[in-house]
């Protein structure tokens, strides 16, 4: 009953038998090991050792781990984002404006690594009142891959790990102009302007710069920071600005703002290992860079 009750409490009523069942739990009790089997929500007619109709675990030591891990459940649809035909949002971005610059199994590391980044907030990165906290995680991301750009030319796990940052850090780009208000605002005051026609694709990309004083682009009492309409999927974006939607001209942005970020990278890693810097910008394009383990990425 303790996980029921939980259960509950997080609104997660109709998928109690659904959410976690299904990867299988391993569990000790009386000195061995038994695999629970996967059941759904409906008809519990199978009995499953340890679980009953009205009681889900009879051990709350395991109710609490599978209680631990709905802690995340909310969080998990911001996880490799899909489009109706199945395909990564975040990856086609990247693909599209960095796929002529790396190597195919190289431009991999980054999609994998954007589709599994989520910030610690569990909400989306730039979403209502993120800015500060995402602007962090850039500056973080930033930082780390500097740092095993150091080895990165003859080091392929220092290689990989500076992908997997690049990665994080892309995706946390992209996501400013489909959570922050950023496009609804700029084109609020492009729509206002009387000497040129409104063209949604002829937005200007964000000043980085500037983007932390709350009077940037600030408009009738709305800030970036106040969050912006869902735009994320073409669904939730298909609402209609100018001759396009808000998904299209916030996808566009995205792609702008990821070789953006590729070439402001390139120039830092320049400046600071100057003659080293070509060898290390072509191995981070080209060059093996085969996967660590995860605990040895941070």
Not at 32 to 48: E, H, N
Not at 193 to 211: A, C, E
Not at 270 to 283: E, G, H, P, V
Request: aromatic share 10%; glycine share 8%.
């Amino acid at each position: 009953m303790y996980v029921r009750v939980i259960l509950e409490r997080f609104g997660q009523r109709e998928n109690i038998g659904t959410i976690v069942m299904n990867n299988a739990i391993y569990r000790q009790r009386r000195g061995k090991m038994k695999k629970a089997k996967a059941f759904t929500s409906r008809g519990y007619s199978q009995k499953i050792y340890g679980i009953s109709r009205d009681g889900l675990f009879s051990v709350f030591g395991t109710g609490l781990a599978l209680v631990l891990s709905l802690a995340c459940i909310k969080e998990a649809h911001a996880f490799a984002l899909k489009d109706k035909d199945g395909r990564s949002i975040h990856g086609s971005i990247t693909r599209e404006a960095l796929g002529n610059k790396f190597s195919s199994k190289n431009l991999a590391v980054l999609i994998e690594s954007g589709d599994q980044t989520l910030p610690s907030t569990g909400q989306f990165f730039f979403s209502k009142g993120k800015l500060k906290s995402s602007l962090s995680f850039l500056d973080r991301e930033q930082k780390k891959i500097i740092n095993y750009c150091h080895d990165a030319d003859s080091n392929p796990k220092d290689r990989y790990r500076a992908l997997k940052h690049l990665g994080a850090l892309l995706r946390a780009s992209q996501d400013f102009y489909s959570h922050s208000k950023y496009l609804e605002l700029e084109s609020e005051r492009l729509k206002n302007r009387k000497d040129k026609t409104f063209d949604p694709y002829q937005i200007d990309l964000v000043d980085w710069s500037k983007v932390t004083d709350p009077d940037y682009k600030a408009l009738n009492g709305s800030t970036i920071d106040d969050g912006g309409r869902p735009m994320e999927t073409e669904e939730e974006g298909a609402e209609k600005l100018g001759g396009t939607t808000y998904f299209r001209a916030a996808r566009e942005l995205a792609v702008r703002e990821t070789a953006r970020q590729w070439d402001m990278l390139s120039t830092l890693i320049k400046r600071k290992y100057k003659d080293k810097s070509l060898t290390i910008l072509t191995a981070l394009r080209e060059a093996s860079a085969p996967p660590v383990d995860d605990d040895d990425v941070n």
